[in-house]
């Protein structure tokens, strides 16, 4: 069952431009994780942030966590033309070792 | 080099035919998972095991089987009883104790 819903669910820029994604989910969880997958590859992960955390950074992503609207956003700032990619969330909650994916948000950046 | 491999990267299926794809990693991870993604879709669980010689069923896993005989190998069976089994398959693992999984590079697999 997925939980995690990426939105857009594509998004076109253009180089040197941020992009931001966001991710809402259902019920309580106790992270959320971004990943990143390139055509064809698979899947790389970027971050992960804690329920009881409100903000990360890892390079030229930010990632934050809203737990009261059970949504997250990942902008990757300064966009570069291979960052063009899918990114998708991934839920984790209780004792599960199961991450709920969502369906991805497909970036593409110009050069 | 430490990481996760799938095989083969293309794999064709006649109809009524069964087919494993391979998932080894040299991570020392208990725990591993099968995955399908369908074109512009997320990710579905097919089956997953913990520890070796158990295994649990995914959200998706008839049409599926799998063994868990040894740490770092977790094959998939795509079996006849699949009628749609056109997708692209992740195999990813992941520490005990950790929450981040690890995916190998997919194996795609096309129906003649």
């Known amino acids: 069952s997925q939980q995690g819903e990426e939105d857009p669910q594509a998004l076109s820029i253009q180089e040197g431009e941020n992009a931001t994604m966001n991710c809402s989910y259902k019920?309580?969880?106790?992270?959320l994780q971004w990943y990143r997958q390139n055509s064809g590859r698979g899947l790389v992960h970027l971050i992960l942030?804690?329920?009881?955390?409100r903000e990360k950074h890892s390079g030229r992503l930010r990632v934050t966590l809203d737990t009261s609207k059970k949504s997250s956003s990942l902008l990757i700032t300064a966009s570069r033309a291979a960052d063009t990619a899918s990114y998708f969330c991934?839920?984790?909650?209780?004792?599960?070792?199961?991450?709920?994916f969502g369906r991805g948000t497909s970036l593409i950046v110009h050069p | 080099d430490g990481g996760i491999t799938q095989s083969p990267k293309y794999l064709f299926r006649k109809e009524g035919q069964n087919v494993t794809l391979s998932c080894e990693q040299n991570l020392n991870h208990d725990a591993m998972y099968w995955y399908r993604q369908d074109p512009g879709q997320g990710l579905r669980l097919i089956y997953y095991?913990?520890?070796?010689?158990?295994?649990q069923k995914g959200d998706i896993a008839e049409g599926y089987s799998v063994s868990r005989e040894k740490k770092e190998s977790f094959p998939l069976t795509v079996t006849s009883a699949q009628k749609n089994p056109t997708a692209f398959y992740l195999c990813?693992?992941?520490?005990?104790?950790?929450?981040?999984?690890?995916f190998g590079p997919g194996t795609r697999l096309l129906v003649l």
């Open positions: 019920t309580s969880i106790n992270n």
């Open positions: 095991s913990q520890i070796v010689n158990d295994f």
């Open positions: 990813a693992s992941k520490a005990g104790s950790g929450e981040t999984q690890y």
């Open positions: 991934a839920t984790g909650s209780g004792g599960s070792y199961i991450p709920t």
């Open positions: 942030i804690r329920s009881n955390e």
